[in-house]
Nanobody, 114 residues
Protein backbone atom coordinates (compact mmCIF):
# COMPACT_ATOMS: atom_id res chain seq x y z
CA UNK A 1 0.00 0.00 0.00
CA UNK A 2 1.26 3.44 -0.90
CA UNK A 3 -0.25 6.91 -0.63
CA UNK A 4 1.37 9.81 -2.48
CA UNK A 5 0.30 13.31 -1.48
CA UNK A 6 0.69 16.35 -3.72
CA UNK A 7 -0.67 19.83 -4.29
CA UNK A 8 0.82 21.70 -1.38
CA UNK A 9 2.58 25.03 -1.65
CA UNK A 10 2.84 28.57 -0.41
CA UNK A 11 -0.36 30.60 -0.41
CA UNK A 12 -1.51 33.88 1.11
CA UNK A 13 -4.12 33.98 3.82
CA UNK A 14 -7.58 33.69 2.32
CA UNK A 15 -6.31 31.61 -0.57
CA UNK A 16 -7.12 28.06 -1.66
CA UNK A 17 -5.30 24.84 -2.44
CA UNK A 18 -6.41 21.39 -3.51
CA UNK A 19 -4.43 18.46 -2.22
CA UNK A 20 -4.40 15.07 -3.91
CA UNK A 21 -3.73 11.64 -2.46
CA UNK A 22 -3.04 8.96 -5.06
CA UNK A 23 -3.42 5.44 -3.72
CA UNK A 24 -1.81 2.26 -4.95
CA UNK A 25 -2.34 -1.22 -3.57
CA UNK A 26 -5.47 0.15 -1.90
CA UNK A 27 -8.94 0.79 -3.31
CA UNK A 28 -10.25 4.07 -1.96
CA UNK A 29 -13.85 3.33 -2.97
CA UNK A 30 -13.88 0.30 -0.67
CA UNK A 31 -12.42 2.00 2.36
CA UNK A 32 -12.57 5.05 4.55
CA UNK A 33 -9.79 7.59 4.15
CA UNK A 34 -8.50 10.46 6.19
CA UNK A 35 -6.50 13.63 5.72
CA UNK A 36 -4.18 14.53 8.57
CA UNK A 37 -1.86 17.41 9.29
CA UNK A 38 1.15 17.97 11.48
CA UNK A 39 2.44 21.40 12.35
CA UNK A 40 5.97 21.85 13.72
CA UNK A 41 6.23 20.69 17.33
CA UNK A 42 2.75 19.19 17.40
CA UNK A 43 1.16 15.79 16.96
CA UNK A 44 -0.38 14.67 13.71
CA UNK A 45 -4.14 15.12 13.82
CA UNK A 46 -7.06 14.03 11.67
CA UNK A 47 -8.74 16.98 9.97
CA UNK A 48 -11.03 15.32 7.42
CA UNK A 49 -12.55 11.87 7.01
CA UNK A 50 -14.53 10.24 4.23
CA UNK A 51 -16.31 6.96 4.80
CA UNK A 52 -16.86 4.20 2.27
CA UNK A 53 -20.44 5.48 1.85
CA UNK A 54 -19.09 9.03 1.23
CA UNK A 55 -20.19 10.43 4.58
CA UNK A 56 -17.70 13.03 5.74
CA UNK A 57 -16.49 14.46 9.03
CA UNK A 58 -14.22 17.38 9.81
CA UNK A 59 -12.33 18.75 12.74
CA UNK A 60 -13.80 21.94 14.16
CA UNK A 61 -10.76 23.88 13.00
CA UNK A 62 -11.45 23.23 9.31
CA UNK A 63 -15.22 22.69 9.21
CA UNK A 64 -16.84 24.89 6.59
CA UNK A 65 -13.54 25.62 4.85
CA UNK A 66 -12.20 22.20 3.82
CA UNK A 67 -13.91 19.55 1.71
CA UNK A 68 -12.78 15.96 1.33
CA UNK A 69 -13.81 14.04 -1.76
CA UNK A 70 -12.95 10.95 -3.74
CA UNK A 71 -12.50 10.03 -7.41
CA UNK A 72 -12.95 6.29 -7.74
CA UNK A 73 -11.76 6.18 -11.35
CA UNK A 74 -8.47 7.79 -10.39
CA UNK A 75 -8.28 5.97 -7.04
CA UNK A 76 -7.51 9.36 -5.52
CA UNK A 77 -8.75 11.32 -2.52
CA UNK A 78 -8.77 15.12 -2.52
CA UNK A 79 -8.81 17.86 0.07
CA UNK A 80 -10.11 21.20 -1.14
CA UNK A 81 -8.94 23.90 1.26
CA UNK A 82 -10.49 27.35 1.11
CA UNK A 83 -10.08 30.50 3.17
CA UNK A 84 -6.71 29.32 4.41
CA UNK A 85 -5.10 30.99 7.40
CA UNK A 86 -1.59 30.79 8.90
CA UNK A 87 -2.80 28.24 11.48
CA UNK A 88 -3.35 25.81 8.60
CA UNK A 89 0.40 25.71 7.94
CA UNK A 90 1.49 22.08 8.30
CA UNK A 91 2.54 18.96 6.45
CA UNK A 92 -0.58 17.21 5.20
CA UNK A 93 -0.86 13.44 4.93
CA UNK A 94 -3.49 10.98 3.86
CA UNK A 95 -3.93 7.52 5.33
CA UNK A 96 -6.26 4.65 6.06
CA UNK A 97 -7.76 5.77 9.41
CA UNK A 98 -8.14 2.30 10.90
CA UNK A 99 -5.94 1.71 13.97
CA UNK A 100 -2.54 0.30 13.18
CA UNK A 101 -2.56 1.26 9.51
CA UNK A 102 0.89 2.77 9.14
CA UNK A 103 0.89 3.74 5.48
CA UNK A 104 2.27 7.23 5.96
CA UNK A 105 3.78 8.86 2.90
CA UNK A 106 6.04 11.89 2.62
CA UNK A 107 3.18 14.32 2.94
CA UNK A 108 2.83 17.67 1.22
CA UNK A 109 3.81 20.97 2.80
CA UNK A 110 1.21 23.73 3.03
CA UNK A 111 2.44 27.14 4.10
CA UNK A 112 0.03 30.03 4.56
CA UNK A 113 1.48 33.51 4.84
CA UNK A 114 -0.30 36.34 6.61
Amino acid sequence: VQFVESGGGLVQAGGSLRLSCAASGFIVSENAMGWYRQAPGTQRILVAFIAKDLKTKYSDSVKGRFTISRDNTRNTVYLQMNDLNPEDTAVYYCNDPRPGRNYWGQGTQVTVSS
